[in-house]
């Protein structure tokens, strides 16, 4: 746990070190709620489906983001063999990080909410349901976690940015499509479904990752 | 008796056929200090790796404490302390920050970050950020950082690369402790006389081949390149008597009034009678042992000489 605990201190403090990163994440928790919500971007908005959509868009460019910033820096900065020759096992190192990247993008995500949820609240005169409340502060964000560890994994095996920046492009282009629909909230036990599937997820590509040798990384 | 390095039988091939080791073979025990001498592309930094198990070999094996490197446990990995060429130092953390960040990675209180701080003449950086750092200042840093937890085994490479003269002997004085407290090191460097004043045995890689192996002793009687004269003298040397002295010496360098011979064993006195026999008024002999420098020289010429 200590090993995993240092990585996430190292790769926060990096992330907030980078000036770069933090106003693009200021842009994403503001500029999104505040261009969907005038201008009625998306029609028949309600108080649940408006916290849903800002929990999908900035925890899905928040994973994209900071998994970005957190690998390729590691890469740019040659740690990478550094790192891998200490005692820390694949397993630590990936968990570490995908948990900095997670964390990071949960404390962004967290924010855009407080501010939609008052937002919501007052232009709509009722707050989100509970089932919208935990959809955006549980399930979407253990989503979130899948989607970065599938982006650094492919990042860390692949190297080139090129393949992550087309799985980047398809996370958009799903999360666009799906607003597109302007679906309204799943029920209760789909949501309970799709949170468990999503944390099955992120441990199993976790398990799989950790099975990645030492060598391969470090090429 | 069982060794701290087991290497035997190592290839290593880059994909695309590059060849950066050939038939390694070293055993290393508990207390040596080695010095991994040769030119840039010799192999010393693939086989740092491969000792790391950060890398492959082609064929063969390497062992530290009796472990295949690759599959080393996090218990041996906690006792082996390095610095690679690429220092991965983070860049935008501060110079503390890094070093919290390694002793966290191995256990470390934050009392022994302090105490290094203070120790390396970092204190006074503490705060600033590793971009901001001279390249001696981040060498001192990559430096400090496998001392932390006090390892057992380190490997450096290139301990001694940007750092002033100043710094350098303190590096070399700190080798010294480390080999005092009866650590194993292995260590790369072009800083020849370091390694000179440190080694207790030299291993010489050439094309990823062994050349050389053994203390620099061994080496210098070995190669009969124990020690160097230098004869100035007045006079000129007719063609039939340095006809002779290449007969009887290895000339290292003839020129207008100085005459350099090498060799293990020379009778500088036999030298110079010969000299004096032919009409030469010798003005001054200088005798020199030689260094580790001459040793790679001769060696690598050598060694050049058979494959050219």
């Known amino acids: 746990m200590e090993l995993i605990g240092a990585m996430v201190w190292k790769d926060i403090r990096s992330l907030i070190r980078d000036k770069k990163v933090v106003l693009a994440a200021v842009i994403m928790v503001f500029l999104f709620p505040a261009i969907m919500f005038p201008t009625k971007l998306i029609k028949n908005i309600t108080v649940d489906t408006g916290l849903f959509l800002i929990a999908a868009v900035t925890m899905s460019a928040a994973s994209y983001l900071f998994t970005w910033k957190s690998f390729s820096y590691e890469k740019s900065e040659n740690a990478t063999t550094n790192i891998l020759s200490s005692p820390i096992t694949v397993m630590e190192f990936f968990l570490g990080k995908s948990l900095a990247v997670f964390l990071a993008g949960y404390f962004m995500s967290f924010i855009a909410l407080v501010v939609a949820y008052i937002y919501l609240t007052i232009t709509m005169g009722h707050s989100p349901s509970g089932a919208a409340v935990f959809l955006a502060l549980v399930t979407i964000p253990i989503w979130g976690l899948v989607a970065g560890e599938i982006v650094g994994a492919l990042f860390l095996l692949l190297g080139g940015f090129e393949i992550v920046r087309y799985f980047g492009l398809l996370l958009v282009g799903i999360v666009v499509s799906f607003l597109q629909g302007s679906p309204g909230l799943p029920s209760a036990l789909t949501i309970l479904i799709l949170t468990i599937a999503a944390f099955a997820l992120a441990v199993i590509i976790l398990l799989v990752f950790s099975r990645v040798s030492k060598v391969r990384l470090a090429r | ?308």
């Open chain 2, 1 to 308: 008796m069982s060794f701290v390095i087991e290497i035997n039988g190592v290839d290593k091939t880059y994909p695309g056929g590059k060849e950066a080791l050939r038939g390694i073979n070293i055993s290393v025990n508990e207390g040596e200090v080695i010095g991994l001498v040769g030119p840039n592309g010799a192999g010393k930094t693939t086989l740092m790796k491969l000792l790391l198990g950060v890398s492959n070999p082609t064929s063969g094996y390497l062992k530290v404490w009796g472990e295949t490197c690759t599959s080393m446990s996090k218990k041996s990995r906690s006792k082996i302390g390095f610095v690679l060429d690429q220092r991965g130092l983070y860049s935008d953390l501060t110079v503390e920050e890094n070093l919290i960040f390694w002793a966290k990675l191995y256990a470390v209180g934050s009392k022994k970050v302090e105490e290094y701080l203070k120790d390396w003449g970092l204190g006074d950086v503490r705060k600033q950020p590793v971009n901001q750092l001279s390249s001696g200042m981040m060498q001192r840093l990559s430096l400090v950082r496998p001392l932390l937890h006090d390892p057992t085994l380190l490997l450096l490479d290139e301990p001694t690369s940007q750092l002033d003269p100043v710094a350098r002997v303190n590096v070399i004085d700190l080798i010294n402790k480390l080999k005092s407290e009866n650590k194993t090191l292995i260590m790369t460097s072009h800083d020849l006389v370091g390694l000179e004043r440190t080694c207790t045995r030299i291993l010489l890689l050439q094309k990823g081949r062994i050349l050389a192996d053994g203390s620099m002793q061994e080496l210098s009687s070995r190669l009969g390149v124990g020690e160097r004269i230098t004869v100035r003298y007045r006079g000129e040397i007719s063609k039939d008597l340095l006809k002779k002295i290449y007969a009887d010496y290895r000339v290292q360098a003839a020129g207008a009034n100085t005459i350099t011979v090498s060799g293990d064993g020379i009778d500088s006195g036999k030298l110079v009678r010969t000299l004096v026999e032919h009409g030469i008024d010798v003005e001054n002999v200088e005798e020199q042992k030689q260094s580790l420098e001459d040793i790679y020289l001769s060696i690598v010429q050598k060694d050049e000489g058979k494959w050219n």
